[in-house]
């Protein structure tokens, strides 16, 4: 219960200095073939059936060829507590795909990636069972190799794993994984395999 002085005025607030609400997240709007034809709010665009919007995926590698996952923070409001790919998010309006993922590596896992090249784009439409929102997305893929420890941020990362193919099917047959994960992991292995070589298994 907030305390109130006797010149009305809520504790910790003035006049001069009222509270600043968040300024909104907005996400840009894409066609079908990746053209942006506008912008909305993050979690208006993720409000069944879904805007189709523009992301990103990211997937790092070590110097063995394992993957570097995360499990997603308990406190998301989206996915929270499943595993990922390394890192995945949405470029600001007018910021390239690639710019938003090199951000966003930094942001939540405290990582610059040492190469970080293309790996082509893919559209899906997932539905996400516990939270009732939907991915409707544009993604662009990225694939790179990091050298440097992560210094995950723990409001976006509750926990990190490095994993071989064989380490990620057990874990994805026993742990919740995010509803893109599969397809987005998917569509990027032709770069992926490029990227290791053949003897990393993807």
């Keep these: 219960m907030p305390i109130t002085p006797a010149n009305g005025q809520t504790a910790g607030t003035t006049e001069a200095n009222p509270p600043v609400a968040a300024e909104p997240i907005l996400l840009e709007l894409v066609d079908e073939d990746g053209t942006t034809i506008g912008t909305e709010e993050k979690l ?24 570097l996952i995360q ?37 939540e896992l405290g990582l610059a990636p040492t190469l970080l090249g293309e790996a082509g784009t893919v559209r899906y439409n997932h539905p996400d069972p516990e939270s009732g929102l939907v991915e409707q997305e ?3 893929l990225f694939v790179g190799l990091v050298q440097a420890a992560p210094a995950p941020d723990p409001d976006e990362v509750g926990e990190i794993a490095f994993v071989t193919p064989q380490e990620l099917a057990e874990r994805h047959a026993q742990a919740p994984f995010s509803a893109w994960f599969m397809t987005v992991l998917d569509a990027a292995r032709p770069a992926v395999r490029e990227l290791t070589g053949p003897a990393a298994g993807w």
């Design 44 to 67: 208006t665009a993720h409000q069944p059936p879904g805007l189709l919007h523009r992301a990103f995926s990211v997937f790092l590698f070590d110097d063995r060829g394992r993957l």
């Design 71 to 107: 499990r997603r923070a308990l406190g998301k409001y989206h996915s929270p507590g499943v595993w990922s790919n390394t890192c995945c998010g949405h470029p600001y309006p007018g910021e390239t795909p690639f710019a938003a993922a090199a951000r966003r590596t930094a942001e």
């Design 138 to 140: 544009y993604n662009h």
